[in-house]
Antibody, heavy 119, light 107 residues
Framework: EVQLVQSGAEVKKPGESLKISCKGSGYSFTSYWIGWVRQMPGKGLEWMGIIYPGDSDTRYSPSFQGQVTISADKSISTAYLQWSSLKASDTAMYYC????????????WGQGTLVTVSS | VIWMTQSPSLLSASTGDRVTISCRMS??????LAWYQQKPGKAPELLIYAASTLQSGVPSRFSGSGSGTDFTLTISCLQSEDFATYYC?????????FGPGTKVDIK
């Protein structure tokens, strides 16, 4: 069974750093792109970026380029999303999602990680 | 960047209704379009990919059509569990982008 399991909720202060994770299981982790999606409170889905764990090829949305870093450790089938200096506006739910085979969209999603940034 | 619009943004409907949601692209994307359903407090779920292919396990009352710049999601007979927000997404070129969403609520 394909699963993406994300790390737990985080409460941070502005200026702090953070790295959240998304662990894949039940499939060949290195063979599928993994993307990250932001959903601010009461708002829609925003595509942040994506990584191919097989070779670490990474693409970002211009809106998030330079604001976050996406990485992966294929030895433990885990993708990451990190911030070096959080802002209050980073408060949101973050989802990881696998880009499915044969041009099929994002077929499996993590449960989401809620990040709250508040002083 | 490919921009997307969805209409309507809010759709009030009753159980049993046929509903249609539209998604328009700023440029052609062939059939590289997906539709997702999201319920409050839950992760999105893939309904349709390649514009018209039903994801495994999704009820057949959902259907998708279109290619190029104009796409449609249709729910043929709305059920109570279908009240949710629906998003289209293009995956033709990076950055992949989502539409702003259509909330389907109870009339």
């Amino acid at each position: 069974e394909v699963q993406l399991v994300q790390s737990g909720a985080e409460v941070k202060k502005p200026g702090e750093s953070l790295k959240i994770s998304c662990k894949g299981s039940g499939y060949s982790f290195t063979s599928y792109w993994i993307g990250w999606v932001r959903q601010m409170p009461g708002k829609g889905l925003e595509w942040m970026g994506i990584i191919y764990p097989g070779d670490s090829d990474t693409r970002y949305s211009p809106s998030f380029q330079g604001q976050v870093t996406i990485s992966a450790d294929k030895s433990i089938s885990t993708a990451y999303l990190q911030w070096s200096s959080l802002k209050a506006s980073d408060t949101a739910m973050y989802y990881c999602a696998r880009q499915g085979p044969n041009s099929s969209g994002s077929d499996y999603w993590g449960q989401g990680t809620l990040v709250t940034v508040s002083s | 960047v490919i921009w997307m619009t969805q209409s309507p943004s809010l759709l009030s409907a009753s159980t049993g209704d046929r509903v249609t949601i539209s998604c328009r692209m700023s440029q052609g994307i062939s059939s590289y379009l997906a539709w997702y359903q999201q319920k409050p407090g839950k992760a999105p779920e893939l309904l349709i990919y390649a514009a018209s292919t039903l994801q495994s396990g999704v009820p057949s009352r959902f259907s998708g059509s279109g290619s190029g710049t104009d796409f449609t999601l249709t729910i043929s007979c709305l059920q109570s569990e279908d009240f949710a927000t629906y998003y289209c997404q293009q995956y033709y070129s990076f950055p992949f982008t989502f539409g702003p969403g259509t909330k389907v609520d109870i009339k």
